[in-house]
């Protein structure tokens, strides 16, 4: 058996309903709640900012984790902070000083998290890995929620296993896009610490039991 932190992404949920959405959350064994913020420039879609968060953290007892798929992340780090996010995760391709940002974003109370896009190779982050507190492996594109997995993905995964075991680094490896109860157990056993799941959850019949079984592999 493999024990896995689960990250519901909102991206998913059915937005009318939200309170309820937010409630079975609550109920669940997810560790975290995945927030994915997207600006319609770094990627193709439009999703929601810190009001929305500052909202969703009066009634969600998980810890938020914001992934800002937005470009020059470090304009708006006060402003997650404020609005209650527990880890903010910013991609490398976003950001043209990463190191500072991840400094900025732990300095203003939060763990600092660094994503890959999948056409990234792992070795970019070899001089931040012990910065960062999360790696996100990206494995699909970003920017729509009910992607296939990336099989290529899975050597990501195990590379950046490798970067944090030989640079002493704490990181958590947190996997985002195509996971499901099919490939969880794999994704996993390839060095995942964290699952981000969206459609696997908000979409089963019973996304209380689906988060059991995807932590519990």
């Known amino acids: ?29 997810a560790d975290f709640l995945h927030l994915d913020i997207m600006d319609g420039l770094f990627v193709p879609n439009l999703t929601f900012g810190w009001p929305i968060i500052k909202q969703i953290k009066k009634h969600c007892n998980k810890a938020l984790d914001v992934h800002l798929m937005i470009e020059k992340p470090e304009r708006y780090i006060d402003e997650f902070a404020a609005a209650g996010a527990d880890i903010l995760t910013v991609h490398y391709e976003a950001t043209t000083h990463l190191h500072r940002t991840l400094t900025a974003i732990k300095e203003a109370g939060m763990k600092a998290g660094v994503a890959l896009n999948p056409h990234s190779p792992v070795s970019l982050l070899n001089e931040v890995a012990t910065v960062a507190d999360l790696i996100l492996i990206m494995s699909v594109n970003p920017g729509f929620g009910g992607q296939s997995f990336i099989e290529n993905s899975l050597q990501k995964l195990k590379k950046a296993k490798e970067l944090v075991e030989k640079s002493g680094s704490d990181a958590l490896i947190e996997v985002d896009g195509g996971v499901n109860l099919d490939n969880a157990g794999q994704i996993a056993r390839a060095g995942a610490d964290i699952l981000v799941a969206g459609n696997a959850v908000f979409k089963s019949s019973n996304p209380v039991e689906t988060i059991h079984k995807l932590k519990f592999l």
């Open 1 to 29: 058996m493999t024990n896995v932190l689960i990250a519901p992404s909102l991206l998913s949920a059915d937005f009318i309903n939200l309170h309820d959405e937010l409630k079975m959350i609550n109920s669940s064994e």
